[in-house]
């Protein structure tokens, strides 16, 4: 294979892996951003509650205990009204899917590399 023939399939390949890893990486940072957004969400919705429920357990007159109790259900009741736990696991598994993808693209640009140079 000449060299110019080369360079250009060199070329055509590196363009293409580019666009596609570019892409890629671009929707893998935003779902990974979303699922740490999320996560500490859930954190901050679980201490509220666990913080709540160690308040109410520690002696609260009974007005204090009230309010705290509906405090824990609110924050409880968001977590469930915005499904964040449920689209926390689903966003978690496609930022490490992206990750796959992107693990596998990089594997198939290394092949497409090899055959081109061994042609």
Do not use: C, P
Not at 39 to 64: H, P, T
């Amino acid at each position: 294979m000449s060299s110019d023939k080369l360079s250009h399939e060199f070329e055509a390949l590196q363009r293409m892996y580019g666009e596609q890893y570019g892409g890629a990486d671009r929707e893998r940072r935003a779902v990974a951003a979303e699922a740490v957004f999320r996560r500490l969400v859930a954190y901050g919705f679980k201490l509220a509650a666990v913080l709540g429920g160690i308040a109410v357990a520690s002696g609260l007159n009974e007005q204090q205990a009230h309010r705290v109790g509906i405090g824990i259900t609110v924050v409880v009741g968001l977590d469930l009204v915005f499904s964040n736990h449920k689209r926390l696991l689903v966003t978690a598994k496609a930022a490490h899917a992206y990750r796959w993808s992107l693990s596998r693209l990089a594997i198939d640009y290394n092949l497409g590399l090899k055959k081109a140079l061994l042609t």
